[in-house]
Protein backbone atom coordinates (compact mmCIF):
# COMPACT_ATOMS: atom_id res chain seq x y z
CA UNK A 1 0.00 0.00 0.00
CA UNK A 2 2.62 2.66 1.07
CA UNK A 3 3.90 1.77 -2.91
CA UNK A 4 1.01 3.90 -4.21
CA UNK A 5 1.63 6.89 -1.89
CA UNK A 6 3.15 10.10 -3.09
CA UNK A 7 5.73 10.60 -0.42
CA UNK A 8 7.02 13.79 -2.33
CA UNK A 9 3.01 15.35 -2.06
CA UNK A 10 2.51 14.19 1.62
CA UNK A 11 5.89 14.99 2.87
CA UNK A 12 4.32 17.98 4.94
CA UNK A 13 1.96 15.35 6.47
CA UNK A 14 4.82 12.53 7.25
CA UNK A 15 6.74 15.38 8.94
CA UNK A 16 3.75 16.38 11.61
CA UNK A 17 3.46 12.61 12.68
CA UNK A 18 6.91 10.67 12.27
CA UNK A 19 8.41 10.06 15.39
CA UNK A 20 12.19 12.01 15.40
CA UNK A 21 15.35 9.99 16.40
CA UNK A 22 17.04 12.51 18.68
CA UNK A 23 20.46 13.12 19.04
CA UNK A 24 22.40 13.70 22.65
CA UNK A 25 21.62 13.30 26.35
CA UNK A 26 19.29 14.23 28.78
CA UNK A 27 20.25 15.45 31.96
CA UNK A 28 18.81 12.02 33.15
CA UNK A 29 20.86 9.59 31.15
CA UNK A 30 24.02 11.13 33.16
CA UNK A 31 25.41 9.28 35.81
CA UNK A 32 27.59 10.52 38.52
CA UNK A 33 31.35 8.74 38.20
CA UNK A 34 30.31 6.90 34.75
CA UNK A 35 32.95 7.59 31.84
CA UNK A 36 31.59 8.21 28.06
CA UNK A 37 33.44 7.10 25.62
CA UNK A 38 33.26 9.46 23.03
CA UNK A 39 33.47 7.51 19.46
CA UNK A 40 34.31 10.55 16.78
CA UNK A 41 38.00 11.55 17.23
CA UNK A 42 40.05 13.33 14.89
CA UNK A 43 43.78 13.81 13.68
CA UNK A 44 45.26 17.08 14.73
CA UNK A 45 46.21 18.69 11.28
CA UNK A 46 48.31 21.16 10.17
CA UNK A 47 45.30 22.97 7.77
CA UNK A 48 42.81 22.47 10.53
CA UNK A 49 45.12 24.48 12.81
CA UNK A 50 46.16 26.63 10.41
CA UNK A 51 42.07 27.43 10.09
CA UNK A 52 41.95 27.79 13.19
CA UNK A 53 44.55 30.04 14.21
CA UNK A 54 44.18 32.66 11.46
CA UNK A 55 40.49 33.02 11.44
CA UNK A 56 41.18 33.88 15.20
CA UNK A 57 44.01 35.82 14.88
CA UNK A 58 46.56 33.76 16.76
CA UNK A 59 49.31 35.00 14.44
CA UNK A 60 52.16 33.84 17.14
CA UNK A 61 55.16 32.92 14.41
CA UNK A 62 56.05 29.31 16.35
CA UNK A 63 52.80 27.75 15.21
CA UNK A 64 53.33 28.53 11.47
CA UNK A 65 57.41 29.43 10.80
CA UNK A 66 59.30 26.09 11.04
CA UNK A 67 62.55 28.42 12.37
CA UNK A 68 60.26 30.76 14.53
CA UNK A 69 59.55 27.56 16.09
CA UNK A 70 62.81 25.76 16.79
CA UNK A 71 64.27 29.67 18.70
CA UNK A 72 61.04 28.81 20.78
CA UNK A 73 62.45 24.83 21.62
CA UNK A 74 60.26 23.08 19.12
CA UNK A 75 60.98 20.55 16.67
CA UNK A 76 58.58 21.91 14.22
CA UNK A 77 55.60 24.43 14.41
CA UNK A 78 53.09 22.60 17.08
CA UNK A 79 49.59 22.30 17.02
CA UNK A 80 48.24 25.45 18.99
CA UNK A 81 46.99 25.28 22.70
CA UNK A 82 43.51 27.07 21.70
CA UNK A 83 42.76 24.67 18.54
CA UNK A 84 43.69 21.41 20.68
CA UNK A 85 41.24 22.65 23.27
CA UNK A 86 38.71 23.23 20.78
CA UNK A 87 39.14 19.36 19.36
CA UNK A 88 39.04 18.13 23.09
CA UNK A 89 35.64 19.67 23.68
CA UNK A 90 34.42 18.99 19.91
CA UNK A 91 34.29 15.26 20.05
CA UNK A 92 32.49 15.24 23.55
CA UNK A 93 29.94 18.00 22.13
CA UNK A 94 27.55 15.00 20.81
CA UNK A 95 27.38 13.05 23.49
CA UNK A 96 27.30 15.64 26.25
CA UNK A 97 25.84 18.96 25.44
CA UNK A 98 24.48 18.60 22.10
CA UNK A 99 20.76 19.06 23.06
CA UNK A 100 21.56 22.52 23.76
CA UNK A 101 21.58 24.31 26.90
CA UNK A 102 23.87 27.18 28.36
CA UNK A 103 27.61 26.82 28.98
CA UNK A 104 28.43 27.25 32.13
CA UNK A 105 31.87 27.73 32.34
CA UNK A 106 35.33 25.79 32.46
CA UNK A 107 38.23 25.24 34.24
CA UNK A 108 41.06 23.68 34.74
CA UNK A 109 42.23 23.17 31.51
CA UNK A 110 46.10 22.05 31.42
CA UNK A 111 48.16 20.84 28.75
CA UNK A 112 49.71 17.50 29.54
CA UNK A 113 52.53 17.63 26.92
CA UNK A 114 55.27 20.29 25.79
CA UNK A 115 54.05 19.84 21.84
CA UNK A 116 51.79 18.10 19.95
CA UNK A 117 52.80 17.54 16.73
CA UNK A 118 49.86 17.80 13.38
CA UNK A 119 49.47 14.30 12.31
CA UNK A 120 48.63 13.29 16.22
CA UNK A 121 45.56 10.88 16.02
CA UNK A 122 42.74 12.11 19.09
CA UNK A 123 40.44 10.38 20.97
CA UNK A 124 38.42 11.78 23.83
CA UNK A 125 36.68 10.46 26.98
CA UNK A 126 34.64 12.07 29.56
CA UNK A 127 33.89 11.20 33.56
CA UNK A 128 30.92 12.62 34.89
CA UNK A 129 31.73 14.42 38.42
CA UNK A 130 28.73 15.94 39.48
CA UNK A 131 24.87 16.41 38.44
CA UNK A 132 22.34 18.44 39.68
CA UNK A 133 18.93 20.07 39.14
CA UNK A 134 18.52 24.07 38.80
CA UNK A 135 16.74 26.00 40.98
CA UNK A 136 16.24 28.58 38.40
CA UNK A 137 15.53 26.92 35.45
CA UNK A 138 13.37 23.26 36.25
CA UNK A 139 13.71 22.49 32.44
CA UNK A 140 17.29 21.87 33.21
CA UNK A 141 19.61 19.93 35.38
CA UNK A 142 23.37 21.02 35.66
CA UNK A 143 26.01 18.25 35.01
CA UNK A 144 30.03 18.53 35.04
CA UNK A 145 32.30 16.59 33.35
CA UNK A 146 36.23 16.37 33.32
CA UNK A 147 36.96 15.57 29.85
CA UNK A 148 40.53 14.36 28.28
CA UNK A 149 41.78 14.00 24.77
CA UNK A 150 44.84 11.17 24.28
CA UNK A 151 47.08 10.63 21.93
CA UNK A 152 45.98 7.39 20.09
CA UNK A 153 49.44 5.94 19.33
CA UNK A 154 50.92 6.16 23.33
CA UNK A 155 47.42 6.32 25.42
CA UNK A 156 48.84 9.62 26.55
CA UNK A 157 46.91 12.17 27.95
CA UNK A 158 47.33 15.58 25.88
CA UNK A 159 44.56 18.18 27.48
CA UNK A 160 41.89 18.07 30.17
CA UNK A 161 39.60 20.76 31.28
CA UNK A 162 36.04 20.48 33.49
CA UNK A 163 33.39 21.87 32.56
CA UNK A 164 29.79 22.43 33.36
CA UNK A 165 26.28 23.00 31.56
CA UNK A 166 23.01 23.02 31.85
CA UNK A 167 21.31 20.24 29.91
CA UNK A 168 17.81 19.41 29.03
CA UNK A 169 15.89 17.51 31.60
CA UNK A 170 13.37 14.54 29.57
CA UNK A 171 10.66 15.40 32.51
CA UNK A 172 10.80 18.70 33.59
CA UNK A 173 9.88 18.94 36.91
CA UNK A 174 10.28 21.43 40.18
CA UNK A 175 14.20 21.71 41.17
CA UNK A 176 15.05 20.99 44.50
CA UNK A 177 18.88 21.92 45.20
CA UNK A 178 19.94 24.91 44.08
CA UNK A 179 22.53 25.96 41.39
CA UNK A 180 24.48 28.31 43.01
CA UNK A 181 22.84 31.38 41.77
CA UNK A 182 22.81 34.76 44.17
CA UNK A 183 19.72 35.62 45.38
CA UNK A 184 20.49 39.04 45.47
CA UNK A 185 22.52 41.31 43.38
CA UNK A 186 25.97 42.85 44.94
CA UNK A 187 26.52 46.54 44.30
CA UNK A 188 29.77 46.31 41.67
CA UNK A 189 32.30 48.08 43.00
CA UNK A 190 33.83 50.85 41.60
CA UNK A 191 36.96 51.01 39.21
CA UNK A 192 40.65 51.83 40.47
CA UNK A 193 41.06 55.36 39.63
CA UNK A 194 44.03 54.79 37.57
CA UNK A 195 44.54 52.35 34.40
CA UNK A 196 47.70 51.51 33.55
CA UNK A 197 49.23 49.75 30.39
CA UNK A 198 52.05 48.57 30.52
CA UNK A 199 55.46 49.63 28.45
CA UNK A 200 56.07 46.80 26.54
CA UNK A 201 55.50 42.73 26.10
CA UNK A 202 58.05 41.23 28.21
CA UNK A 203 57.74 40.10 31.81
CA UNK A 204 59.96 42.77 33.07
CA UNK A 205 57.17 45.59 31.26
CA UNK A 206 54.47 43.47 33.77
CA UNK A 207 56.38 43.42 36.67
CA UNK A 208 56.99 46.74 36.82
CA UNK A 209 53.57 47.72 35.88
CA UNK A 210 52.54 45.90 39.29
CA UNK A 211 55.17 47.18 41.03
CA UNK A 212 54.06 50.97 39.82
CA UNK A 213 50.41 50.79 41.40
CA UNK A 214 51.36 48.79 44.54
CA UNK A 215 49.85 50.73 47.35
CA UNK A 216 47.96 53.05 45.00
CA UNK A 217 44.36 53.03 44.11
CA UNK A 218 45.10 51.85 40.19
CA UNK A 219 45.39 48.45 38.71
CA UNK A 220 47.11 47.29 35.43
CA UNK A 221 44.19 47.08 33.03
CA UNK A 222 44.24 48.11 29.25
CA UNK A 223 42.17 47.35 26.00
CA UNK A 224 44.00 45.57 23.13
CA UNK A 225 43.20 47.54 19.99
CA UNK A 226 42.06 44.50 17.40
CA UNK A 227 38.74 43.25 16.86
CA UNK A 228 37.02 40.54 14.90
CA UNK A 229 33.60 40.97 13.56
CA UNK A 230 31.60 37.27 13.54
CA UNK A 231 31.31 35.63 9.86
CA UNK A 232 29.73 32.17 8.38
CA UNK A 233 33.40 30.61 8.80
CA UNK A 234 33.84 31.68 12.54
CA UNK A 235 30.15 31.05 13.49
CA UNK A 236 30.18 27.20 11.66
CA UNK A 237 33.03 26.70 9.56
CA UNK A 238 35.24 26.33 12.29
CA UNK A 239 33.11 24.19 15.09
CA UNK A 240 32.40 22.36 12.25
CA UNK A 241 35.81 21.45 11.83
CA UNK A 242 36.24 19.86 15.29
CA UNK A 243 33.48 17.64 15.07
CA UNK A 244 31.32 20.10 17.23
CA UNK A 245 28.05 18.93 16.08
CA UNK A 246 25.73 21.45 18.45
CA UNK A 247 23.49 23.13 16.31
CA UNK A 248 23.67 26.37 18.14
CA UNK A 249 26.56 27.02 15.82
CA UNK A 250 25.07 25.82 12.09
CA UNK A 251 20.98 24.94 12.57
CA UNK A 252 19.26 28.44 12.23
CA UNK A 253 16.09 26.51 12.01
CA UNK A 254 16.69 25.22 15.43
CA UNK A 255 17.99 28.56 16.74
CA UNK A 256 14.80 30.76 15.54
CA UNK A 257 12.52 30.30 18.58
CA UNK A 258 15.73 30.66 21.35
CA UNK A 259 16.80 33.29 23.48
CA UNK A 260 19.36 34.49 20.96
CA UNK A 261 16.98 33.91 17.96
CA UNK A 262 19.90 33.10 15.57
CA UNK A 263 22.19 31.05 15.69
CA UNK A 264 25.63 31.73 18.27
CA UNK A 265 29.40 31.67 17.86
CA UNK A 266 31.03 28.61 20.00
CA UNK A 267 32.13 29.91 23.16
CA UNK A 268 35.98 28.57 22.10
CA UNK A 269 36.18 30.72 19.14
CA UNK A 270 35.21 34.03 20.86
CA UNK A 271 38.03 32.68 23.48
CA UNK A 272 39.94 32.33 21.15
CA UNK A 273 39.64 35.30 19.42
CA UNK A 274 40.42 37.45 22.75
CA UNK A 275 43.22 35.40 23.72
CA UNK A 276 44.64 36.11 20.53
CA UNK A 277 44.15 39.83 20.94
CA UNK A 278 45.81 39.67 24.37
CA UNK A 279 48.94 37.42 23.06
CA UNK A 280 49.70 39.94 20.21
CA UNK A 281 50.60 42.20 22.69
CA UNK A 282 52.77 39.98 24.55
CA UNK A 283 56.04 38.24 24.07
CA UNK A 284 54.46 34.55 25.20
CA UNK A 285 57.02 31.48 25.48
CA UNK A 286 54.25 28.91 26.60
CA UNK A 287 50.52 28.96 27.55
CA UNK A 288 50.32 27.33 30.94
CA UNK A 289 47.22 26.53 32.57
CA UNK A 290 43.32 28.43 32.32
CA UNK A 291 41.29 28.99 35.30
CA UNK A 292 37.81 30.33 35.84
CA UNK A 293 36.36 30.80 32.44
CA UNK A 294 33.09 31.96 31.93
CA UNK A 295 30.50 32.66 28.97
CA UNK A 296 28.58 35.20 29.73
CA UNK A 297 26.35 36.57 26.49
CA UNK A 298 25.39 35.35 23.30
CA UNK A 299 27.92 36.55 20.56
CA UNK A 300 25.71 36.46 17.31
CA UNK A 301 26.47 36.95 13.21
CA UNK A 302 28.12 40.86 13.04
CA UNK A 303 29.17 41.15 16.34
CA UNK A 304 32.58 42.77 16.67
CA UNK A 305 34.66 40.56 19.51
CA UNK A 306 37.29 42.98 21.18
CA UNK A 307 39.43 42.00 24.59
CA UNK A 308 40.48 43.63 27.28
CA UNK A 309 43.15 42.33 29.89
CA UNK A 310 44.12 42.90 33.49
CA UNK A 311 47.62 42.15 34.90
CA UNK A 312 46.91 40.01 37.93
CA UNK A 313 50.48 38.60 38.60
CA UNK A 314 54.21 38.29 37.46
CA UNK A 315 56.03 35.66 39.20
CA UNK A 316 60.02 35.23 39.07
CA UNK A 317 60.05 32.47 40.64
CA UNK A 318 60.16 29.06 39.34
CA UNK A 319 57.19 27.44 39.87
CA UNK A 320 55.35 25.18 37.30
CA UNK A 321 55.95 21.93 35.41
CA UNK A 322 57.18 24.00 32.22
CA UNK A 323 59.80 25.66 34.03
CA UNK A 324 61.97 22.83 33.10
CA UNK A 325 61.34 23.34 29.47
CA UNK A 326 62.35 26.80 29.71
CA UNK A 327 65.67 26.05 30.73
CA UNK A 328 66.53 22.83 28.28
CA UNK A 329 65.55 25.45 25.77
CA UNK A 330 67.77 28.43 27.43
CA UNK A 331 64.80 30.57 27.68
CA UNK A 332 64.72 33.28 30.29
CA UNK A 333 60.96 33.56 31.38
CA UNK A 334 58.76 34.53 34.03
CA UNK A 335 55.24 33.06 34.88
CA UNK A 336 52.31 36.08 34.37
CA UNK A 337 49.08 35.86 35.21
CA UNK A 338 46.07 37.54 33.71
CA UNK A 339 42.50 37.71 33.47
CA UNK A 340 41.38 37.97 30.08
CA UNK A 341 37.47 39.31 28.83
CA UNK A 342 35.79 39.51 25.75
CA UNK A 343 33.33 42.07 25.02
CA UNK A 344 31.45 42.75 21.87
CA UNK A 345 31.12 46.05 20.49
CA UNK A 346 28.40 46.81 22.45
CA UNK A 347 30.47 46.88 25.32
CA UNK A 348 29.16 43.17 26.74
CA UNK A 349 31.41 40.87 28.47
CA UNK A 350 31.08 37.77 26.40
CA UNK A 351 33.24 35.72 27.74
CA UNK A 352 36.08 35.73 30.77
CA UNK A 353 39.02 33.55 32.36
CA UNK A 354 42.43 33.77 33.86
CA UNK A 355 45.30 32.60 32.20
CA UNK A 356 48.90 32.05 33.32
CA UNK A 357 51.66 32.07 30.94
CA UNK A 358 54.95 31.78 30.38
CA UNK A 359 56.25 35.46 28.61
CA UNK A 360 59.99 35.96 27.68
CA UNK A 361 62.49 38.42 29.66
CA UNK A 362 63.85 41.41 27.79
CA UNK A 363 67.26 40.19 25.79
CA UNK A 364 69.79 42.73 26.98
Known sequence: MTDDVDWTAAMPEALARADTLEKGSYFEDFTEGETVEHAPGLRLTRDGNDLWTSQTLNHDPAYWRPDAARDRGFDEPPIHPDYLVACTMGPSVEDLSEKGGYFLGRTDVRFHREAVSPGTDLRVESRVLDKRTSS???????????????????????????????????????????????????????LPIDLVAPSGPY??????????????????????????????????VLPLRTLNTAGQHHNAEMMADSPSGEMVVYGDVTRSIALGHARSDEATWREVCYEDERFHDFVTTGDTVFAFTR????????????????EASGADTGRVTFEHYAVAGDDRVVYSGTRTARIRRRED
Do not use: K, Q
Not at 149 to 156: G, I, K, M
Not at 215 to 230: K, L, P, Q
Open 136 to 190: SRPAYGIVSWETTSYDVATDEPLCSYTRTNMVPRREPGDAVATDGGETATSPTPS
Open 203 to 236: FEDFREALEGVEGRDAAVAYRHERGRTVDDVLMS
Open 311 to 326: VVDADAEAGDVSVASD
